[in-house]
């Protein structure tokens, strides 16, 4: 089975441009997550969906950040416009809810290096 | 609010020490409590788990006991080997709801 598919996995861009990263959760589930991690603040959470509805987006930095789950196999983080501080490790995770155990399965992350 | 508070690292070992990394947590009510491991390049990935007080959770030589009466949910093993270097990331469920939240990681190197 196909795990959580984040994209890209790396992006290097400006100061000032849009980025737009992109998740595919895991088929069937119905919550999704995405966490930011860098060295200074470790793994924050931004915001998490259940059923493509935003349930809590307390973590979600700044008006920069957004995030959208138009369907159940797609969401995007989107930042404009990006800022050096923004460089960081965007990680998505989906897990089920029923008979949930609790476990989050995350892809392998999208590197970001804003310049 | 909930929060996770873990040992700080990294931890330095040789290869079959015994191995510690503290964890401990504010929450109300009854979280299910969680260890994550990370290797370098990719995500976190389940490594163990308990859902209510005094439940142990192991796996792969790990283990951790929940702790409601000193809030704590440490990691150990008996004997690490090289293969065991990660960063750790201790993870709290709160009661009634899938919102997780992780402690810091304790980057964890294991030695020849």
């Known amino acids: 089975d196909a795990g959580v598919i984040q994209s890209p996995r790396h992006e290097v861009t400006e100061m000032g441009q849009e980025v737009t990263l992109r998740c595919k959760p895991i088929s069937g589930h119905d919550y999704l997550f995405w966490y930011r991690q860098t060295m200074m603040r470790g793994l924050e959470l931004l915001i998490y969906?259940?059923?493509?509805?935003?349930?809590?987006d307390s973590g979600m930095p700044e008006d920069r950040f957004s995030a959208k789950m138009p369907n159940a196999s797609f969401s995007t983080l989107k930042i404009q416009p990006s800022e050096p501080r923004d460089s960081a490790v965007y990680f998505c995770?989906?897990?089920?809810?029923?008979?949930?155990?609790?476990?989050?399965?995350f892809g392998e992350g999208s590197r970001l290096t804003v310049l | 609010g909930d929060s996770v508070t873990q040992m700080e690292g990294p931890v330095t070992l040789s290869e079959e020490a015994f191995l510690t990394i503290n964890c401990t947590y504010t929450a109300t009510g009854y979280p299910s409590l969680f260890w994550y491991v990370q290797y370098p390049g990719e995500g976190l990935q389940l490594l163990l788990k308990?859902?209510?007080?005094?439940d142990k959770g192991s796996n792969k030589g790990f283990e951790a006991t929940y702790r409601k009466e000193t809030t704590s949910f440490h990691l150990e093993k008996g004997s690490v080997q090289v293969s065991d270097s990660a960063v750790y990331f201790c993870?709290?469920?709160?009661?009634?709801?899938?919102?997780?939240?992780f402690g810091a990681g304790t980057r964890l190197f294991v030695k020849a």
């Open positions: 993870a709290l469920r709160g009661s009634g709801g899938f919102k997780t939240i």
């Open positions: 308990a859902t209510k007080a005094d």
């Open positions: 995770a989906s897990t089920p809810a029923g008979a949930n155990t609790g476990e989050l399965f």
């Open positions: 969906f259940n059923n493509n509805v935003p349930i809590d």
